[in-house]
């Protein structure tokens, strides 16, 4: 290697290792802490934890509680993914042709969620999900509906805060969707027109074919960031009532700060972090395999 070269992947890997300490310092050592902590028992009163090796992975194994949030999570991503993906596409092809201002104010609006406090957003949730004076029942009774208990009944709780997740989420998706369509070559759908493809046409054979890597991209996303869902079920439902919206990274907290069962909290977390690599996998597998790359 050149010495030219030599320098240019010197200067590459000085301007990566700011981003990597900082990986490594919050992702890896604490993902390796964790594991670790999982073969012990401890209290965090106690100076010196107890080794009980797989113990901790046989009680979660056991455990029915275990299974039931992680049946709730994996609901509410079902719930959340695909209607956040399949909304949001609509919007961002209504938007995609927008005037160049118009988008400007839509984006602004659409992404306004995202760079939102996830505790703000749900103190308003809050609000509008109240059973009294909140907007979501007012809208019922307009429509001709008998007003709901959101998130103080378990049948709907979970509804609730999908709904909640979705149009949080949409905004995001939308920003992103609207970076994909803007990136289609303007030509291709140009020569299709003249070839007399319609709107539909364009959209199942141009359109799609080339949002796959964007459809891709949102579905790991959304994927790993609804597994791990907490804030707004901490702040809006506690994992209430009757344990109906507990999702497994809430049942993770309560065994950690409220049993004081780190060893055990931490076990969970190492299986979480299993079943996001194996579903991640599986996309890739069997999704990524169908996307089309320019």
């Known amino acids: 290697m050149s010495a030219a070269k030599l320098r240019e992947h010197a200067a590459g890997y000085v301007l990566l290792l700011p981003a990597l300490l900082i990986l490594f310092i919050f992702v890896v050592i604490p993902i390796f802490y964790s594991a670790g902590l999982s073969l012990l028992s401890w209290d965090m009163m106690r100076p010196a934890p107890t080794f009980i090796g797989l113990d901790n992975y046989v009680n979660l194994f056991q455990n ?41 104010v839509y984006r602004s609006l659409f ?26 029942n007012e809208l019922m009774k307009w429509l001709g509906f008998e007003p709901l208990r959101w998130l103080n009944d378990s049948d709907t ?9 979705i149009w949080k989420h949409i905004g995001f998706c939308v920003i992103i969707y609207l970076a994909g369509l803007q990136g289609i070559p303007s030509d291709v759908e ?32 959304l994927t790993i960031e609804q597994l791990q869902t907490f804030t707004q079920i901490d702040v809006m ?16 907290w309560n065994y950690a700060f409220e049993r004081f069962q780190m060893g055990y909290a931490s076990a969970i977390a190492m299986v979480l972090l299993g079943i996001i690599l194996l579903l991640t996998w599986i996309q890739m597998r069997f999704v990524g395999s169908k996307v089309h790359y320019q």
Request: aromatic share 12%; hydrophobic share 60%.
């Open 157 to 165: 709780a979970l509804i609730s805060l999908a709904i909640m997740a």
């Open 237 to 252: 439902t506690k994992g209430g009532p009757a344990g109906s919206t507990e999702l497994i990274v809430m049942h993770l």
């Open 64 to 104: 029915d509680s275990f299974y039931n949030t992680l049946f709730r999570t994996l609901l509410y991503a079902v719930m959340t993914v695909p209607a956040s993906m399949i909304l949001a596409l609509g919007f961002a092809l209504l938007l995609d042709k927008g005037l160049r201002w118009v988008l400007t």
């Open 190 to 221: 140009e020569a299709a027109k003249v070839d007399g493809a319609g709107l539909v046409r364009i959209l199942f054979s141009i359109k799609l074919p080339l949002l796959t890597p964007t459809i891709f991209f949102l579905l790991i996303y």
């Open 111 to 136: 992404f306004a969620p995202i760079v939102t406090s996830t505790v703000a957003i749900s103190v308003v949730w809050m609000f509008i999900y109240h059973p009294d004076y909140g907007l979501a």
